[in-house]
């Protein structure tokens, strides 16, 4: 084997950092079980309590120097259809930043347009909102100008004037458009860590406005919907001095020495000083809280150690300032809610938290800032007179940030810092702290600029946030699904159990068939599990159910490239060749099979990868790490093994056959090519019954991620029947489409409605759910409770149709130009488009058909990737045959390709069988254990498996007979339908001397 030594070398270090990860998640899991442990009390987990442990050891070293932190950055963690939890797609509505843009204006023209261009949007969701608004201007007003509408002072500073052209105008709203996405993602960013949940992600979805957040373990989808879609509040608030809130706090110190010193501590503050659940605080003599204990005269406790003396000094440790530790911040808030702190601190006085912490000693803190709060509790100052603001430089060349307000605003700018020389005013937004900067002279003209020790990444967040306070773009919710804990815990099982049974099964048919070599793609097999979980772990990736759907064909990739190559060796040796001599031509004649097929399903990967989002994208990533590993430990890391077993030993104890398989599949002479008209005639009957069916049955069952609307998982504590729910259903849901069918079990539902599907506004949300809580009064007698619930937006659904049919031609186009390249004739790349697209074809009839007799599954992203993952199944059965047919070919020049077409078939026929048999047992494991997520996806994947086979065998070659093939016997003079099987045929050469 070549460079052997690099690969050992190679496999060596991912080995150690696939170890290295892994063991941070089982790390991670044990810290998480002690917190869970600590926190159960009765046989119930208090949340609280688990938290608060969970805080403490924060950032204690549990391995070595790294801290829980550092070891819950890095582990392999689970998606939310595993955990539970919430996951939203939210959308930045460009339509209110053009009409903000415009100010608001009346005139018709611009309006006859924006209503034209939200019509066309209907038709057109991937087409820029922008580019459609200029398009229908210009057919409303030919020859006017945009100019005229948007020539305002509030677009002065983004350079527009009456003279701009239509297409400066339109490139100023993308412009801001794009900076709304960038403002919305920052807010939502630092609103997503006030939930409190571990492991929260967030992230722009590539080419649109739309983001998306996931909230693992979240428990309260109501107040993550209010809080995600409110409107940013940005405001100007003047701020207290240290000495004038100094006597309050010694009040408040001397109040809670006190009670300490009479064993009479509240609840609350027991909580704070819980020292079995937090870390012990040591203190710091510079911090405000010291220094304030310093001065209560009335303080029983030893006065040189004053961090001691009080819940204060315990707690507001940030040195030189009035602030916490990181780890403290939840107690503080705790304390601040207690009656006592809020009968001593004056009801103007509020304490605000700095939005990011500051790192001191090597410790993190989160300052505090007293507000002054007015009468009315109205801040002097809103967002909404911020006109712009930008990062720029001081004339030391330091970053600054720049400010300017309209004239309404640059008045209350100008009496603010007036009566604030020499004092704080702090920029608040959503009760979070981003600067309070101390004001030098009054400023007039409401130009401003905001110094400080900012970096350019600060300055520039400060002046996102200055600009957020007129977010002209309120958030809507347009996807979204949550999860119940139980149904994760479902979810964890099934994937567990499946996972196991499909790898057990596998690994004892390979023993069986290839015994001791069996055994060997064992040991592969299992590595290569270790390493696709490893590199999970390695890039932050979640597993999810369909990732662990993705698992399962990970194991059945790496277990036909130890067939493909176990075949090759067991050929090898029926032509005579000694063992040593077979297993290296094995390996080599593989490799190429193995290499086309890896290639063509990672085409697949990247373009699900790039294409989908949620599962679908999860199944990909996970897919497309398994062909990497899949491709070490099949190729490389067995060969390794194998030449270990059977290093200077003239013979060897390791075979590649047993009893039962050692004649199996042997001397095959099927005229396969030869039943093409048959197959050709029997495909397409199928799909014409299937196709009509669906017309019957009123189209494709589409799920509700393709169709748009709300679905729900209901569970009952009896059985009850779904066509008595769905009728009580109906009168609420106003007569609109709704679905009800029996989901995993007789007493789960699960109720899909199209009920107000156009309006996705939290009022739809909650009005749908009134609804269906209404129609569910019929049935309380079985205690209905709602376990998990998804929407879909029309237009996402839109999208997400679009996408997926892209990805289909995307998909089809790479195998082609990949075919043409590796094989150099077209009719190879056209015959395996063809057979890839009747695949497709052939899954999609046999759903209808299914649905007749009462197996009734949806069509919906994960159906688009058993799709895709059938095409890829199929299509390395195919680069097989083509490769042998390739070989053949050229080893016997003086042959035509109707005259190796069916000896290649039968020699790749053992090939094809094994590996459709192992990947259709563990596909059959995944649709009766896997659990109703993925009926669907499973039940596609067995009708795939065996058409995909079929079409190899059937379809793929005989259209490269019925096309090269006949003009290849025409220019050699031949009748093209001859074949290896007629008897004046010349002898085929396969000893591959």
Excluded at 482 to 494: K, M, R, T, Y
Aim: hydrophobic share 45%; proline share 3%.
């Amino acid at each position: 084997m070549r460079n052997k030594n690099l690969i050992i070398i190679l496999t060596v270090i991912v080995t150690a950092l696939c170890a290295y990860f892994l063991t941070l998640t089982f790390i991670s899991r044990g810290v998480q079980q002690k917190a869970v442990n600590y926190a159960t009390r009765n046989g119930r987990v208090d949340q609280n309590l688990r938290q608060h442990y969970l805080d403490s050891v924060w950032r204690a070293p549990v391995f070595g120097p790294l801290t829980y932190r550092d070891v819950r950055e890095k582990e392999l963690g689970l998606g939310l259809d595993l955990k539970g939890g919430m996951h939203v797609t939210l959308e930045i509505s460009p339509v209110e930043i053009v009409r903000a843009m415009a100010n608001n204006s009346k005139d018709p023209k611009f309006l006859q347009a924006m209503q034209k261009a939200q019509e066309l949007q209907k038709t057109n969701p991937t087409t820029q909102f922008t580019a459609l608004f200029a398009q229908s201007f210009r057919e409303v007003a030919p020859g006017d100008k945009l100019a005229r509408i948007f020539a305002n002072t509030t677009n002065k500073s983004r350079g527009l004037t009456y003279n701009s052209t239509n297409e400066q105008v339109i490139a100023a709203i993308d412009k801001e458009e794009e900076e709304a996405i960038d403002r919305s993602f920052n807010i939502l960013r630092t609103r997503v860590d006030k939930f409190g949940v571990n492991q929260p992600t967030i992230q722009r979805v590539k080419g649109t406005g739309r983001i998306q957040i996931e909230l693992p373990g979240v428990d309260n989808p109501e107040r993550v919907r209010k809080l995600l879609q409110g409107q940013a509040k940005l405001e100007f608030w003047e701020v207290w001095r240290t000495d004038e809130f100094a006597p309050y706090f010694n009040q408040l110190n001397e109040v809670l020495t006190a009670q300490e010193a009479a064993g009479k501590a509240t609840g609350t503050a027991a909580a704070t000083t819980d020292t079995a659940a937090t870390a012990t605080a040591t203190g710091d003599s510079t911090s405000l809280a010291s220094q304030l204990a310093k001065k209560n005269a009335t303080a029983k406790t030893d006065s040189a150690n004053p961090a001691q003396s009080s819940q204060l000094a315990r707690l507001f440790t940030m040195p030189g300032g009035l602030g916490a530790n990181l780890r403290d911040t939840a107690r503080v808030n705790a304390l601040l809610r207690s009656q006592e702190v809020r009968a001593v601190l004056p009801p103007n006085l509020t304490l605000l938290w700095d939005v990011k912490p500051t790192t001191i000693d090597g410790q993190e803190y989160l300052q505090l800032n007293a507000i002054r709060k007015t009468r009315e509790g109205v801040a002097p100052m809103g967002g909404d007179v911020v006109s712009d603001a930008r990062q720029d430089y001081d004339q030391g060349g330091r970053p600054e940030v720049s400010m300017q307000m309209n004239p309404a605003g640059a008045r209350k700018w100008q009496r603010l810092t007036a009566s604030n020389i020499g004092r704080q005013v702090a920029i608040v937004l959503d009760d979070y702290v981003y600067s309070a900067p101390v004001v030098q002279s009054e400023i007039a003209g409401g130009n401003s600029s905001i110094s400080g020790n900012f970096s350019i990444e600060e300055a520039q967040d400060l002046a996102n946030v200055l600009k957020a306070g007129k977010l002209p773009a309120p958030t809507r919710i347009v996807e979204e699904a949550v999860v119940g804990p139980s149904l994760g815990q479902e979810a964890i099982n099934q994937g567990l159990y499946s996972t196991l049974a499909g790898l057990v099964i596998i690994m004892i048919f390979m023993a069986v068939y290839y015994g001791r070599a069996g055994l060997v793609a064992d040991a592969s097999l299992l590595f290569n599990m270790f390493l696709v979980m490893g590199v999970l772990a390695q890039f932050g990736t979640a597993l999810t159910l369909p990732g662990i759907a993705g698992l399962l064909l990970v194991i059945a990739a790496s277990v036909d490239a130890n067939v493909l190559i176990f075949e090759r060796i067991r050929e090898e040796l029926n032509h005579g060749l000694q063992l040593k001599d077979a297993i290296n031509k094995g390996y080599a004649r593989a490799f190429s099979a193995i290499f086309d097929s890896n290639v063509t399903t990672l085409i697949i990967a990247v373009i699900l990868g790039f294409f989908g989002t949620g599962p679908v994208q999860n199944f990909a990533i996970t897919l497309g790490i398994g062909v990497f590993t899949s491709f070490l430990s099949a190729v490389y890391v067995s060969r390794l093994i194998i030449e270990f077993l059977t290093k200077d030993k003239e013979t060897s104890k390791i075979q590649f056959s047993t009893a039962l398989s050692r004649n199996l599949f042997q001397n095959l002479n099927f005229d396969i090519v030869g039943k093409r008209k048959l197959a050709y005639i029997g495909s397409t009957i199928f799909i014409v019954i299937g196709f009509v069916l669906m017309a019957v049955q009123g189209g494709p069952n589409l799920g509700v991620d393709f169709r748009g609307g709300r679905s729900y998982v209901v569970d009952f504590s009896k059985n009850v029947a779904a066509d008595e729910v769905r009728t009580a259903l109906l009168e609420n849901f106003s007569g609109a489409g709704t679905e009800v069918k029996t989901y995993g079990a007789n007493n789960r539902l699960r109720i899909t409605t199209g009920y107000l599907a156009d309006d996705e506004s939290l009022v739809a949300d909650q009005k749908v759910r009134t609804a269906l809580d209404q129609g569910l009064q019929k049935f309380s007698a079985a205690a209905p409770e709602v376990k998990s619930t998804s929407k879909v937006g029309a237009t996402i659904a839109d999208d997400i149709k679009k996408t997926s049919v892209l990805s289909l031609g995307l998909t089809l186009l790479g195998i082609f130009v990949y075919v043409l390249l590796r094989f150099e004739k077209w009719q190879y790349s056209m015959a395996a488009v063809i057979a890839l697209f009747h695949d497709a074809l052939l899954v999609i009839a046999a759903y209808p058909i299914a649905r007749l007799f009462g197996l009734n599954y949806e069509m919906d992203q994960i159906f688009v990737a058993a799709v895709l993952t059938i095409i890829g199944f199929s299509m390395n059965d195919t680069v097989v045959i083509y490769d042998r047919i390739r070989e053949y070919l050229r080893e016997n020049k003086h042959l035509t390709f109707a005259q190796v077409a069916n000896p290649a078939l039968n020699s790749t026929f053992s090939r094809t069988m094994i590996t459709f048999t192992t990947v259709f047992l563990v596909v059959a494991v995944l649709f009766f254990f896997g659990g109703e997520t993925l009926r669907s996806f499973s039940f596609a994947m067995m009708i795939g498996m065996v058409f995909g086979t079929y079409s190899s065998l059937f379809i793929a070659t005989p259209i490269i007979l019925d096309t090269y093939g006949r003009k290849e016997s025409r220019e050699r003079g031949m009748d093209h339908t001859t074949s290896i099987t007629d008897a004046d045929a010349p002898k085929l050469n396969t000893t591959h001397a």
